[in-house]
């Protein structure tokens, strides 16, 4: 009953106030990509249930944000998106995602595929052991480019769009290991960016850093989301409120039962004036 | 008040009589090794010529050189890593990377552990009874270096494994995020991440090969051969073999000759090994979690 209202207000609300959906709508219809819709989500681990019955849409070209106080299963709802749970031996997601419409657990989807669609950025900053160059290059190769003048290109747009250029355009053979935790995050971001994702999903990618390269990421987000659509889980509850059109919160109120979405709708109307108690104690610190 | 301080003072000797003892357990190790090595360096280094190292024996082993000796070993520790190498890794990788966690791999696992304990001569008589007389290869190259392959892929196939087991998680699941497949992952980012630690292990395992004794005596190792090996199924001659049967079967060898090919294989695994050891702090120093 909840879940159904808010569904419905999702559907109302959006497109939200002055972000990409308008403006994606003003350059082309069929450039509208990246949208994700989940219906009766559920996750089990074995024999547990740990997520059960998320309904939602992640709109295309905006910043979902998706919180909740730890082991309440928001980046194990993440890994949904990427089919990265398939890679944890013993998990089963239940209901239905789709991708612009496609079912991304369906027989025929190979999650190869799906992935180089649909991005990820993980918590802690995961470079290879190679050079920045190998690094960015490492989507692209997978997906068989070859020419120098193209990966070339490719590398420069990513690390451009990661904010990373400028400060590693003269060292692009250097070990990536060599840069700092936010400039590692931020090739990581590039990275992903390579493989021209439409979506892009972040799972707490500034947490492990300072406030200095939080704010680098942030701004980075908000370069992106007018190209890409982006999902971040994250535990601070004014970077999701700072960064996204879209939040979700998501709570697991006792072991013995699995964590639901108590509420997901606009970010400025969520944290102005919450539709659920729970969502209300939440952000306002009484617990979590 | 009047306990504790007895109480110290006696925990005090006791670290004081446990941190010499177990310095000395130390010292006696490193003095019995140096001792060891000092007494081939100093028996067998006056041996050591060109000519000692690019001639063949003569006299009933009693003068002449080794050549024959360090070639056999050569080509059967090459053609050993041959067969060794890709088998061991691409196991390790499996059992590593794609085999699931359940009670088959675990007795596999305690199997592969149970074949590094075997005795090699237990080996020797297994290649001889299957490489020399089941599947005919004869005393051979060939039947010798497959006896090898057995000793020594338990080493190689638990080193590959804790190699690829030191790579962080992370990193594989960023490749498969990029859309790779987990071959790809593997080939490209954890294989190179955790070569260090396979060629060590390899070299190790190989290191051991080329010193081994029974399992060769059983399968091809030649008492003397006036011929280099001409194909994987010739006899041949080794440094180990050569050297039992220099200390115990040819009475009244001069003993620079005995302690030179003593100090030939020393040296000889020893450079390999302090190579392979200056290699991985190199690439331990350039990739680092």
């Known amino acids: 009953m909840v879940m159904s209202a808010v569904l419905e207000e999702v559907a109302m609300e959006a497109p939200f106030s002055g972000t990409g959906r308008s403006r994606t709508y003003a350059e082309g219809a069929e450039e509208i990509s990246g949208s994700f819709s989940l219906t009766d989500v559920s996750v089990a681990y074995g024999n547990e249930t740990v997520i059960a019955g998320v309904d939602m849409l992640v709109p295309s070209r905006a910043v979902t944000a998706l919180i909740g106080p730890s ?8 890994r949904c998106f990427n089919r990265m749970n398939d890679e944890i031996g013993n998990v089963r997601v239940g209901g239905t995602i789709t991708l612009d419409g496609l079912d991304i657990y369906q027989k025929s989807i190979d999650p190869v595929d799906l992935r180089m669609r649909v991005g990820q950025v993980f918590q802690r900053p995961n470079p290879f052991p190679m050079s920045i160059y190998d690094n960015v290059a490492f989507g692209p190769r997978t997906q068989g480019i070859r020419k120098r003048e193209e990966l070339d290109a490719i590398i420069e747009d990513a690390l451009r769009d990661a904010a990373l250029w400028e400060e590693v355009q003269n060292h692009l053979k250097k070990h990536a290991f060599e840069l700092s935790g936010g400039q590692q995050q931020r090739l990581c971001i590039a990275r992903a960016l390579a493989t021209r994702p439409e979506v892009l999903l972040m799972d707490e990618p500034a947490s ?3 406030p200095i390269s939080t704010q680098q990421i942030e701004d980075t987000i908000a ?28 709570l697991r109120e006792s072991m013995d039962q699995p964590a639901h979405l108590v509420e997901v709708g606009d970010t400025k109307r969520m944290f102005t004036n919450p539709n659920d108690k729970r969502t209300e104690s939440y952000i306002t610190g009484r617990f979590g | 008040m009047s306990v504790r301080p007895t109480r110290a003072r006696r925990a005090r000797l006791v670290e004081a009589i446990m941190k010499v003892v177990t310095g000395a357990c130390v010292a006696l190790v490193i003095g019995t090794a140096l001792f060891v090595l000092g007494k ?27 050549f024959p000796v360090i070639v056999g070993t050569l080509m059967l520790v ?22 699931p966690r359940n009670l088959l791999t675990r007795i596999v696992r305690l199997s592969i552990a149970n074949m590094a304990g075997v005795p090699s001569i237990v080996y020797g008589l297994f290649g001889l009874a299957v490489f020399v007389l089941l599947m005919h290869f004869g005393k051979s190259l060939l039947a010798s270096a497959l006896t090898l392959t057995c000793l020594t892929l338990p080493v190689v196939i638990t080193s590959t494994e804790e190699a690829l087991r030191q790579v962080p998680t992370d990193l594989r699941q960023a490749a498969l995020a990029l859309g790779a497949t987990r071959w790809r992952a593997i080939y490209k980012v954890v294989l190179p991440a955790a070569a260090p630690g396979i060629v060590t292990g390899s070299i190790l395992g190989l290191s051991r090969a080329a010193g081994e004794t029974a399992p060769i005596l059983v399968t091809g190792a030649a008492f003397f051969l006036p011929t280099l090996p001409n194909s994987v199924f010739s006899q041949y001659m080794s440094l180990p073999y050569h050297l039992y049967v220099l200390a115990t079967q040819v009475p009244n060898v001069p003993p620079e000759i005995t302690w030179g090919t003593a100090f ?8 390999v090994s302090m190579i392979a050891a200056a290699w991985r702090s190199v690439q331990r120093r350039k990739v680092k979690w």
Not at chain 1, 71 to 78: D, E, F, H
Not at chain 2, 43 to 58: E, H, N, R, T, V
């Open chain 2, 40 to 66: 081939i360096v100093a028996a067998g280094l006056p041996g050591i010529s060109l000519d000692f190292l690019f001639s063949k024996p003569g006299m009933g082993m009693r003068a002449g050189g080794i």
């Open chain 1, 223 to 250: 370069e992106l989301k007018d190209r890409v659509t982006i999902v971040i889980v994250t535990h601070n509850m004014q970077q999701a409120a700072r960064i996204s059109d879209q939040t979700a919160f998501m």
């Open chain 2, 78 to 99: 090459a053609l050993t890593a041959v067969l060794v190498l890709p088998l061991g890794i691409m196991a390790g990788i499996y059992l590593a990377e794609y085999a």
């Open chain 1, 208 to 210: 492990a850093l300072d």
């Open chain 2, 264 to 271: 030939v294989l020393v040296a000889g695994v020893s450079v």
């Open chain 1, 71 to 78: 082991g309440c299963g928001k980046s194990t709802l993440l």
